[in-house]
């Protein structure tokens, strides 16, 4: 209902506007019994409270900003709905931001109008450096996801890249594949995503004795099943042989999937695929897909919670924590 106000809601529960305000904002002397009346009012009238009235009242918003460089991205979107889901248990409610990956993205998202609408934000640049961070929106409690630039001020969640990339690698190696290609990585400037990632990639097959191939790495222009599937399609047709692909994600191991399928290869039994995400469509596709699964509910959970306490005013420096995650195995590299 538009234009509904705070008296509105207080002469439809029978209460005072003081009574309203004190169940809107949270405050815990407030009976069960009355919280529930006044509850019951705002639900039928359809009250929003108006957030620079709340942000005046309390100091705060109740919201938490999300920023991310594509919305459309399933492992962004899976991510998305456990930090919103473990945020609401906190009170909080989530605004997404899309960066885009750009530096102009990545700066309106965390110094632009809308960060004053928010009590802080969780944030996985892809370009910003970490001197820019640190210097910018200083005021703002902030908690950074992934592999990117972290400034030691700023808490930090991710998981230990290289040691999944080394145990995905050993994966393939334990079925007893040699020429193992890494596909996905950018043809111009690698992100720290992917630097970390061949790292990981690379430290296995030396300990395999193998002697790590640059032709192997097979560059993708974008973060998508068609430009996955093009990039391998075309080593393919130069004739790269390979008996398995790391992907870099879940996208490039769908794209992997078709681009063998088009020229007659089986897999796994002429080549073999790992993923990376453990997004939704990894089991459904055919053959179902091995993939690194990151714990992102583990990842929610702490992110929020070291955000939280970063609101509520703790001022040491930056943690940076890791958060586990496991390789799942399924028909593209089973279990040997």
Not at 81 to 106: I, W
Not at 135 to 144: A, E, F, K, N, Y
Not at 145 to 150: F, I, K, Q
Not at 182 to 192: D, I, K, N, T
């Amino acid at each position: 209902m538009a234009g509904v106000r705070l008296q509105d809601v207080a002469e439809l529960a029978g209460v005072s506007m003081k009574t309203v305000s004190n169940v809107v904002h949270e405050y815990p002397h407030v009976s069960d019994r009355m919280r529930e009346r006044v509850q019951k009012a705002i639900d039928e009238l359809g009250y929003r409270p108006n957030l620079l009235g709340r942000r005046l009242a309390t100091g705060r918003t109740g919201l938490l900003a999300l920023a991310f460089a594509d919305v459309t991205l399933p492992y962004f979107a899976e991510l998305a709905r456990r930090v919103s889901d473990v945020a609401e248990e906190q009170g909080y409610r989530v605004l997404l931001e899309q960066t885009d990956a750009t530096l102009e993205g990545e700066r309106a998202a965390v110094s632009g109008i809308e960060a004053g609408m928010v009590d802080g934000m969780i944030f996985q640049p892809s370009v910003m450096s970490s001197a820019e961070l640190a210097q910018t929106r200083s005021s703002l409690p902030m908690v950074i996801l992934g592999e990117g630039a972290a400034p030691l001020s700023i808490d930090r969640v991710m998981i230990d890249n290289i040691a999944a990339a080394r145990e995905a690698t050993a994966h393939l190696l334990s079925l007893g594949r040699r020429r193992i290609a890494f596909a996905g990585h950018e043809p111009e400037r690698l992100s720290r995503t992917s630097e970390l990632r061949i790292a990981g990639y690379q430290s296995a097959l030396e300990d395999a004795g193998i002697t790590p191939d640059p032709d192997l790495l097979i560059p993708s222009n974008a973060i998508s099943p068609v430009d996955g599937a093009a990039a391998i399609g075309a080593a393919l047709d130069a004739g790269l042989r390979i008996d398995a692909i790391m992907c870099r994600d879940d996208l490039a191991a769908i794209g992997a999937l078709r681009a063998l399928q088009e020229r007659g290869l089986r897999v796994p039994e002429d080549v073999a695929i790992t993923g990376w995400d453990n997004t939704l469509m990894t089991a459904v596709t055919f053959p179902s897909i091995t993939t690194v699964a990151p714990d992102l509910t583990a990842l929610a959970t702490q992110a929020i919670a070291m955000l939280v306490e970063r609101i509520d005013g703790l001022g040491s420096m930056g943690r940076h924590v890791l958060v586990d995650h496991r390789l799942v195995t399924r028909e593209s590299a089973p279990a040997a």
